[in-house]
Protein backbone atom coordinates (compact mmCIF):
# COMPACT_ATOMS: atom_id res chain seq x y z
CA UNK A 1 0.00 0.00 0.00
CA UNK A 2 1.17 3.28 0.34
CA UNK A 3 4.75 2.17 2.27
CA UNK A 4 5.90 1.13 -1.30
CA UNK A 5 5.34 4.87 -2.55
CA UNK A 6 8.43 7.19 -2.73
CA UNK A 7 5.65 9.94 -1.87
CA UNK A 8 4.08 12.24 1.01
CA UNK A 9 1.02 14.51 0.61
CA UNK A 10 0.69 17.70 2.08
CA UNK A 11 -2.30 19.76 1.85
CA UNK A 12 -1.81 23.58 3.05
CA UNK A 13 -4.50 25.31 3.04
CA UNK A 14 -5.67 28.23 5.75
CA UNK A 15 -8.66 30.30 6.78
CA UNK A 16 -9.20 33.40 8.72
CA UNK A 17 -12.66 32.21 10.54
CA UNK A 18 -10.29 30.46 12.92
CA UNK A 19 -10.82 26.91 11.33
CA UNK A 20 -7.45 26.76 9.37
CA UNK A 21 -6.71 23.31 8.13
CA UNK A 22 -4.33 21.58 6.02
CA UNK A 23 -3.91 17.98 4.39
CA UNK A 24 -0.60 16.42 2.88
CA UNK A 25 -1.74 13.89 0.60
CA UNK A 26 0.22 11.46 -2.22
CA UNK A 27 -1.30 10.42 -4.98
CA UNK A 28 -0.54 6.59 -6.07
CA UNK A 29 1.30 7.13 -9.68
CA UNK A 30 2.39 3.62 -10.07
CA UNK A 31 5.08 4.50 -12.99
CA UNK A 32 6.82 7.00 -10.30
CA UNK A 33 8.07 4.07 -8.27
CA UNK A 34 9.46 1.65 -10.48
CA UNK A 35 13.39 2.09 -9.63
CA UNK A 36 12.91 2.30 -6.01
CA UNK A 37 13.43 -1.00 -4.30
CA UNK A 38 11.08 -0.24 -1.05
CA UNK A 39 11.73 -3.90 0.72
CA UNK A 40 15.94 -2.73 1.11
CA UNK A 41 16.21 -1.62 4.53
CA UNK A 42 17.77 2.37 4.97
CA UNK A 43 20.13 1.15 7.85
CA UNK A 44 20.39 5.05 9.30
CA UNK A 45 22.05 4.91 12.78
CA UNK A 46 21.67 8.02 13.69
CA UNK A 47 23.68 11.15 14.84
CA UNK A 48 26.56 9.91 17.56
CA UNK A 49 25.69 11.60 20.88
CA UNK A 50 25.70 10.06 24.87
CA UNK A 51 21.93 11.28 25.55
CA UNK A 52 19.92 9.87 22.76
CA UNK A 53 18.92 6.51 21.20
CA UNK A 54 20.22 6.25 17.19
CA UNK A 55 18.39 7.36 14.47
CA UNK A 56 15.25 4.78 13.01
CA UNK A 57 15.18 3.68 10.21
CA UNK A 58 13.93 5.55 7.19
CA UNK A 59 10.38 3.62 6.84
CA UNK A 60 7.96 6.25 4.37
CA UNK A 61 4.52 5.52 6.13
CA UNK A 62 5.68 5.18 9.34
CA UNK A 63 8.96 5.85 12.17
CA UNK A 64 9.41 2.24 14.45
CA UNK A 65 10.26 4.27 17.27
CA UNK A 66 7.15 6.27 18.59
CA UNK A 67 9.34 9.01 20.26
CA UNK A 68 11.51 10.08 17.06
CA UNK A 69 10.42 13.33 15.63
CA UNK A 70 11.33 13.61 11.98
CA UNK A 71 12.55 17.23 11.11
CA UNK A 72 11.46 17.95 7.69
CA UNK A 73 13.05 20.82 6.67
CA UNK A 74 11.58 23.45 4.19
CA UNK A 75 14.64 26.64 3.86
CA UNK A 76 14.69 26.03 0.33
CA UNK A 77 10.97 26.01 -0.41
CA UNK A 78 8.42 27.54 1.74
CA UNK A 79 11.81 29.83 2.82
CA UNK A 80 12.47 31.12 -0.27
CA UNK A 81 9.19 32.29 -0.41
CA UNK A 82 9.91 35.38 2.04
CA UNK A 83 10.49 38.81 0.49
CA UNK A 84 13.70 39.57 -0.90
CA UNK A 85 14.97 35.91 -0.82
CA UNK A 86 16.31 34.92 -4.18
CA UNK A 87 18.66 31.77 -4.18
CA UNK A 88 20.77 30.52 -6.82
CA UNK A 89 21.13 27.35 -8.08
CA UNK A 90 24.75 26.91 -6.07
CA UNK A 91 23.81 28.65 -2.87
CA UNK A 92 20.44 26.38 -2.74
CA UNK A 93 23.07 23.50 -3.60
CA UNK A 94 25.47 24.88 -0.73
CA UNK A 95 22.31 24.82 1.95
CA UNK A 96 21.02 21.53 1.48
CA UNK A 97 24.62 19.96 2.22
CA UNK A 98 24.75 21.93 5.31
CA UNK A 99 21.18 20.90 6.54
CA UNK A 100 21.97 17.28 5.43
CA UNK A 101 24.96 17.76 7.97
CA UNK A 102 22.74 19.14 10.10
CA UNK A 103 20.83 15.77 10.04
CA UNK A 104 17.75 17.14 8.68
CA UNK A 105 15.77 13.86 8.01
CA UNK A 106 13.68 15.64 5.05
CA UNK A 107 14.70 18.33 2.83
CA UNK A 108 12.24 20.31 0.45
CA UNK A 109 14.40 21.47 -2.20
CA UNK A 110 11.84 23.59 -3.58
CA UNK A 111 8.97 23.78 -6.35
CA UNK A 112 10.55 22.51 -9.39
CA UNK A 113 7.57 22.87 -11.68
CA UNK A 114 8.08 26.85 -11.14
CA UNK A 115 10.69 27.39 -13.91
CA UNK A 116 13.45 25.65 -15.14
CA UNK A 117 15.99 27.04 -12.90
CA UNK A 118 13.95 25.77 -10.03
CA UNK A 119 13.51 22.35 -11.62
CA UNK A 120 17.62 21.95 -12.49
CA UNK A 121 18.37 23.42 -8.69
CA UNK A 122 16.24 20.02 -7.01
CA UNK A 123 17.61 18.04 -9.54
CA UNK A 124 21.02 18.70 -8.48
CA UNK A 125 20.36 18.50 -4.62
CA UNK A 126 18.71 14.95 -5.28
CA UNK A 127 21.68 13.90 -7.29
CA UNK A 128 24.45 15.29 -5.17
CA UNK A 129 22.96 15.42 -0.96
CA UNK A 130 20.27 12.72 -1.88
CA UNK A 131 23.09 10.14 -2.16
CA UNK A 132 25.85 11.23 0.05
CA UNK A 133 25.57 8.95 3.26
CA UNK A 134 27.56 10.94 5.82
CA UNK A 135 29.79 9.03 8.77
CA UNK A 136 26.63 7.93 10.40
CA UNK A 137 24.95 6.31 7.83
CA UNK A 138 22.13 9.25 7.33
CA UNK A 139 21.22 10.17 3.99
CA UNK A 140 18.49 12.93 4.06
CA UNK A 141 14.98 11.95 2.25
CA UNK A 142 14.53 15.23 -1.07
CA UNK A 143 11.34 16.24 -1.40
CA UNK A 144 9.66 18.34 -4.26
CA UNK A 145 6.65 20.34 -3.49
CA UNK A 146 4.05 19.79 -6.06
CA UNK A 147 0.42 21.08 -6.87
CA UNK A 148 -2.61 18.54 -7.17
CA UNK A 149 -2.13 19.26 -11.01
CA UNK A 150 -0.29 16.23 -13.13
CA UNK A 151 2.18 18.12 -15.01
CA UNK A 152 3.21 19.47 -11.37
CA UNK A 153 3.87 15.70 -10.02
CA UNK A 154 5.24 14.94 -13.06
CA UNK A 155 8.25 17.51 -12.99
CA UNK A 156 8.46 17.19 -9.72
CA UNK A 157 9.46 13.25 -10.20
CA UNK A 158 11.76 13.79 -12.99
CA UNK A 159 13.77 16.45 -10.65
CA UNK A 160 13.33 14.06 -7.25
CA UNK A 161 13.77 10.63 -8.05
CA UNK A 162 17.55 10.67 -8.29
CA UNK A 163 17.90 10.43 -4.86
CA UNK A 164 18.12 7.89 -2.89
CA UNK A 165 15.13 8.53 -1.42
CA UNK A 166 12.81 10.64 -3.48
CA UNK A 167 9.57 12.41 -2.11
CA UNK A 168 6.68 14.40 -3.66
CA UNK A 169 4.49 16.64 -1.83
CA UNK A 170 1.49 17.58 -2.82
CA UNK A 171 -0.60 20.18 -2.08
CA UNK A 172 -4.18 21.72 -2.07
CA UNK A 173 -6.40 23.89 -0.17
CA UNK A 174 -9.50 22.92 1.65
CA UNK A 175 -10.86 26.12 3.46
CA UNK A 176 -13.69 27.34 1.96
CA UNK A 177 -12.10 31.06 1.36
CA UNK A 178 -9.41 29.51 -0.80
CA UNK A 179 -11.34 27.48 -2.25
CA UNK A 180 -13.97 30.01 -3.29
CA UNK A 181 -11.29 33.04 -3.80
CA UNK A 182 -8.39 31.46 -4.77
CA UNK A 183 -9.01 27.58 -6.25
CA UNK A 184 -12.58 28.73 -7.57
CA UNK A 185 -14.10 24.92 -6.83
CA UNK A 186 -16.16 23.11 -4.58
CA UNK A 187 -16.06 21.04 -1.94
CA UNK A 188 -17.12 18.30 -4.52
CA UNK A 189 -14.70 19.76 -7.24
CA UNK A 190 -11.53 19.34 -4.40
CA UNK A 191 -12.44 16.03 -3.61
CA UNK A 192 -12.49 15.03 -6.52
CA UNK A 193 -9.36 16.14 -7.60
CA UNK A 194 -8.12 14.00 -4.07
CA UNK A 195 -9.28 10.84 -5.56
CA UNK A 196 -8.07 11.14 -9.18
CA UNK A 197 -4.44 11.80 -8.58
CA UNK A 198 -14.15 23.06 5.06
CA UNK A 199 -15.20 22.07 7.72
CA UNK A 200 -14.17 19.07 9.72
CA UNK A 201 -16.21 16.77 8.09
CA UNK A 202 -15.04 17.62 4.53
CA UNK A 203 -11.43 17.55 5.64
CA UNK A 204 -11.83 14.54 7.18
CA UNK A 205 -13.25 12.77 4.22
CA UNK A 206 -10.62 14.03 2.22
CA UNK A 207 -7.59 12.90 4.21
CA UNK A 208 -9.23 9.39 4.49
CA UNK A 209 -9.02 9.87 0.15
CA UNK A 210 -5.31 10.52 -0.01
CA UNK A 211 -4.76 7.97 2.52
CA UNK A 212 -6.47 5.22 0.46
CA UNK A 213 -4.75 6.92 -2.30
CA UNK A 214 -1.06 6.11 -1.36
CA UNK A 215 -0.55 9.00 1.66
CA UNK A 216 2.96 7.87 3.64
CA UNK A 217 2.72 11.30 5.55
CA UNK A 218 -0.47 13.65 6.07
CA UNK A 219 0.64 17.47 7.05
CA UNK A 220 -1.71 19.41 8.80
CA UNK A 221 -0.67 23.46 7.79
CA UNK A 222 -1.71 26.25 9.86
CA UNK A 223 -1.15 28.61 6.73
CA UNK A 224 -1.71 31.98 8.09
CA UNK A 225 -0.48 31.14 11.26
CA UNK A 226 -4.24 31.46 12.87
CA UNK A 227 -4.15 28.93 15.49
CA UNK A 228 -3.61 28.56 18.82
CA UNK A 229 -1.73 25.78 20.71
CA UNK A 230 -4.91 24.25 22.33
CA UNK A 231 -6.71 24.26 19.33
CA UNK A 232 -4.06 23.32 17.05
CA UNK A 233 -3.24 20.18 19.44
CA UNK A 234 -7.05 19.15 19.79
CA UNK A 235 -7.02 19.15 16.40
CA UNK A 236 -4.82 16.93 16.21
CA UNK A 237 -6.25 14.86 18.74
CA UNK A 238 -9.35 14.51 17.03
CA UNK A 239 -7.62 13.74 13.44
CA UNK A 240 -6.15 10.95 15.08
CA UNK A 241 -9.89 10.19 16.80
CA UNK A 242 -11.48 10.42 13.66
CA UNK A 243 -9.99 9.65 10.15
CA UNK A 244 -10.33 5.69 9.29
CA UNK A 245 -6.45 5.04 8.21
CA UNK A 246 -5.02 7.58 10.06
CA UNK A 247 -2.60 5.69 12.33
CA UNK A 248 -1.17 3.82 9.33
CA UNK A 249 0.71 7.36 7.85
CA UNK A 250 3.06 9.47 9.30
CA UNK A 251 1.09 12.96 10.48
CA UNK A 252 3.05 16.08 10.10
CA UNK A 253 2.86 19.60 11.27
CA UNK A 254 3.36 22.41 9.61
CA UNK A 255 3.28 26.08 11.31
CA UNK A 256 3.27 29.89 10.30
CA UNK A 257 4.02 32.97 12.36
CA UNK A 258 2.01 35.29 11.44
CA UNK A 259 0.82 35.74 15.82
CA UNK A 260 4.01 34.62 17.10
CA UNK A 261 2.75 31.12 17.74
CA UNK A 262 4.85 28.92 15.35
CA UNK A 263 6.96 27.53 17.17
CA UNK A 264 4.09 26.87 20.37
CA UNK A 265 1.85 25.44 17.84
CA UNK A 266 4.55 22.88 16.55
CA UNK A 267 5.09 21.82 19.83
CA UNK A 268 1.54 21.20 21.07
CA UNK A 269 1.28 19.33 17.47
CA UNK A 270 3.82 16.67 18.50
CA UNK A 271 2.30 16.81 22.11
CA UNK A 272 -0.45 15.38 20.51
CA UNK A 273 0.76 13.03 18.23
CA UNK A 274 2.89 14.88 15.13
CA UNK A 275 5.89 13.06 14.41
CA UNK A 276 6.98 15.25 11.78
CA UNK A 277 8.01 18.85 12.19
CA UNK A 278 8.45 21.57 9.25
CA UNK A 279 10.74 23.94 10.04
CA UNK A 280 12.76 26.49 8.19
CA UNK A 281 16.71 27.57 9.46
CA UNK A 282 16.11 31.31 11.47
CA UNK A 283 12.33 30.86 11.12
CA UNK A 284 12.32 32.54 7.18
CA UNK A 285 9.30 32.08 5.09
CA UNK A 286 6.03 33.83 3.64
CA UNK A 287 5.20 36.86 5.76
CA UNK A 288 6.37 36.80 9.29
CA UNK A 289 8.19 33.74 8.78
CA UNK A 290 7.97 29.88 9.80
CA UNK A 291 8.32 27.53 12.81
CA UNK A 292 11.99 27.94 13.37
CA UNK A 293 14.33 24.52 13.27
CA UNK A 294 16.72 26.00 16.13
CA UNK A 295 13.85 26.92 18.39
CA UNK A 296 11.68 23.68 17.60
CA UNK A 297 14.72 21.09 17.78
CA UNK A 298 16.14 23.14 20.94
CA UNK A 299 12.86 23.07 22.68
CA UNK A 300 12.46 19.24 22.28
CA UNK A 301 16.05 18.71 23.02
CA UNK A 302 15.91 20.63 26.53
CA UNK A 303 12.35 19.66 27.64
CA UNK A 304 11.19 16.41 25.36
CA UNK A 305 12.13 14.25 27.97
CA UNK A 306 10.55 15.47 30.79
CA UNK A 307 7.28 16.61 29.35
CA UNK A 308 6.99 15.48 26.10
CA UNK A 309 7.36 11.73 26.76
CA UNK A 310 10.98 11.46 26.06
CA UNK A 311 11.00 12.63 22.41
CA UNK A 312 14.06 13.45 20.25
CA UNK A 313 15.04 13.80 16.80
CA UNK A 314 18.09 13.20 14.58
CA UNK A 315 19.46 16.89 14.42
CA UNK A 316 22.73 17.10 15.29
CA UNK A 317 22.69 20.85 17.49
CA UNK A 318 26.13 21.19 16.91
CA UNK A 319 25.39 22.56 13.61
CA UNK A 320 22.97 24.68 14.28
CA UNK A 321 25.03 28.40 14.62
CA UNK A 322 26.78 27.54 11.68
CA UNK A 323 23.86 26.87 9.62
CA UNK A 324 22.05 29.78 10.94
CA UNK A 325 24.85 32.44 10.15
CA UNK A 326 24.87 30.93 6.32
CA UNK A 327 21.60 31.29 5.68
CA UNK A 328 21.60 34.71 7.04
CA UNK A 329 24.29 35.64 4.49
CA UNK A 330 23.00 33.90 1.54
CA UNK A 331 19.80 34.80 2.23
CA UNK A 332 19.98 38.19 3.00
CA UNK A 333 17.79 39.04 6.08
CA UNK A 334 19.89 39.62 9.49
CA UNK A 335 19.05 37.50 12.45
CA UNK A 336 17.57 39.57 15.21
CA UNK A 337 19.69 40.40 18.17
CA UNK A 338 17.23 39.39 20.56
CA UNK A 339 16.42 35.91 18.37
CA UNK A 340 16.09 32.54 20.64
CA UNK A 341 19.59 30.51 20.43
CA UNK A 342 20.97 32.25 17.85
CA UNK A 343 20.53 35.71 18.19
CA UNK A 344 23.45 38.11 18.85
CA UNK A 345 22.03 38.39 22.60
CA UNK A 346 20.82 35.00 23.07
CA UNK A 347 24.12 34.30 25.78
CA UNK A 348 24.61 38.16 26.71
CA UNK A 349 23.75 39.61 29.93
CA UNK A 350 23.34 43.38 31.01
CA UNK A 351 21.76 43.32 34.19
CA UNK A 352 23.69 42.99 37.18
CA UNK A 353 21.15 40.60 38.70
CA UNK A 354 21.70 38.83 36.32
CA UNK A 355 25.45 38.92 35.64
CA UNK A 356 26.08 38.10 39.52
CA UNK A 357 24.37 35.04 38.69
CA UNK A 358 26.44 34.05 35.38
CA UNK A 359 29.40 34.66 37.25
CA UNK A 360 28.33 32.26 39.99
CA UNK A 361 26.84 30.02 38.20
CA UNK A 362 25.46 29.56 34.42
CA UNK A 363 23.04 27.76 35.08
CA UNK A 364 21.53 30.75 37.05
CA UNK A 365 20.31 32.32 33.48
CA UNK A 366 21.40 29.95 30.74
CA UNK A 367 19.35 27.12 29.96
CA UNK A 368 21.41 25.59 27.04
CA UNK A 369 24.85 26.64 26.84
CA UNK A 370 26.42 27.98 23.20
CA UNK A 371 28.98 25.20 22.97
CA UNK A 372 25.35 23.02 22.42
CA UNK A 373 24.64 24.27 19.82
CA UNK A 374 28.25 24.73 18.20
CA UNK A 375 28.39 28.38 19.45
CA UNK A 376 31.42 30.24 20.11
CA UNK A 377 30.84 31.91 23.53
CA UNK A 378 30.75 35.91 23.38
CA UNK A 379 33.71 37.55 24.58
CA UNK A 380 33.96 38.95 28.24
CA UNK A 381 32.23 36.02 28.44
CA UNK A 382 28.50 37.42 27.88
CA UNK A 383 28.81 40.19 30.28
CA UNK A 384 28.41 43.11 28.75
CA UNK A 385 29.34 46.09 31.07
CA UNK A 386 27.11 49.05 31.49
CA UNK A 387 24.84 50.88 33.69
CA UNK A 388 22.58 48.36 35.28
CA UNK A 389 26.31 46.21 36.19
CA UNK A 390 26.98 45.58 39.44
CA UNK A 391 30.18 45.76 41.69
CA UNK A 392 30.78 42.03 41.06
CA UNK A 393 30.50 41.90 37.12
CA UNK A 394 33.15 44.61 37.58
CA UNK A 395 35.94 42.83 40.35
CA UNK A 396 35.56 40.16 37.65
CA UNK A 397 36.56 42.45 34.85
CA UNK A 398 39.36 43.68 36.41
CA UNK A 399 40.76 40.70 37.65
CA UNK A 400 40.59 39.51 34.13
CA UNK A 401 42.42 42.80 33.00
CA UNK A 402 45.13 41.56 35.70
CA UNK A 403 44.44 44.59 38.61
CA UNK A 404 43.99 43.66 42.39
CA UNK A 405 42.25 46.99 44.17
CA UNK A 406 41.43 47.19 47.79
CA UNK A 407 38.44 48.34 49.04
CA UNK A 408 39.02 51.28 48.62
CA UNK A 409 40.24 51.80 45.55
CA UNK A 410 38.00 49.40 43.98
CA UNK A 411 35.00 51.91 45.53
CA UNK A 412 36.26 54.71 44.08
CA UNK A 413 36.85 53.16 40.20
CA UNK A 414 33.33 51.86 40.96
CA UNK A 415 31.94 55.25 41.70
CA UNK A 416 33.43 56.56 38.38
CA UNK A 417 32.37 53.49 36.61
CA UNK A 418 28.75 53.77 37.07
CA UNK A 419 29.30 57.76 35.97
CA UNK A 420 30.45 57.01 32.89
CA UNK A 421 28.11 54.50 32.30
CA UNK A 422 25.29 56.63 32.60
CA UNK A 423 26.90 58.56 29.32
CA UNK A 424 27.97 55.18 27.36
CA UNK A 425 25.96 52.06 26.57
CA UNK A 426 28.90 49.52 27.05
CA UNK A 427 32.16 49.90 28.37
CA UNK A 428 35.24 48.36 26.75
CA UNK A 429 38.82 46.95 28.43
CA UNK A 430 39.86 50.97 27.19
CA UNK A 431 37.32 52.56 29.16
CA UNK A 432 37.90 50.31 32.48
CA UNK A 433 41.44 51.05 31.60
CA UNK A 434 41.22 54.85 31.68
CA UNK A 435 39.39 54.78 35.41
CA UNK A 436 42.24 52.90 37.11
CA UNK A 437 44.43 55.47 34.91
CA UNK A 438 42.39 58.50 36.81
CA UNK A 439 42.29 56.58 40.05
CA UNK A 440 45.92 56.90 40.35
CA UNK A 441 46.25 60.42 38.79
CA UNK A 442 43.57 61.26 41.22
CA UNK A 443 45.97 59.48 44.39
CA UNK A 444 48.59 61.09 43.35
CA UNK A 445 46.97 64.76 42.93
CA UNK A 446 46.22 63.97 46.32
CA UNK A 447 49.70 62.76 47.82
CA UNK A 448 51.32 65.96 45.89
CA UNK A 449 48.48 68.49 47.95
CA UNK A 450 49.49 67.27 50.68
CA UNK A 451 52.92 67.55 50.47
CA UNK A 452 52.85 71.17 49.21
CA UNK A 453 50.52 71.68 52.38
CA UNK A 454 52.85 70.00 54.69
Not at 64 to 92: F, H, I, M, N, W
Not at 121 to 133: D, F, K, S
Not at 224 to 247: C, L
Not at 349 to 361: E, Y
Amino acid sequence: MASSLPLSTSILSSRTNGNNKGVPFTKPISHLSQNIDHKKPNNIVGMVTSQLPARPVYIPDRIPDKSYVRVLDTTLRDGEQAAGVALTGPEKLEIARLLAKLGVDVIEAGFPSSSREEFEAVRQIAIEVGNNVDENGHVPVISGLARCVEKDVEATWEAVKHAKYPRVTMVISTSKIHMQYKLKKSEEDVLSIVRDMADRRFLYQLVEEAIKGGATTIDFADTVGYKFPHEWAQFFQEARESIPGIDNVVLATHCHDDLGLATANTLAAVHAGARQVEVTINGIGERAGNASLEEVVMAIKCRGNDLLGGIYTGINTKHIFTTCKRVEELSGLPIQPNKSIVGRNAFVHASGIHQDGVLKHRGTYEIISPEDIGRPRPSNDGIVLGKLSGRHALQTKLTELGYELDDEKFKYVFWRFKALAEKKKDLCDSDIKSLLLEEKVAKASAKEAHQVHT
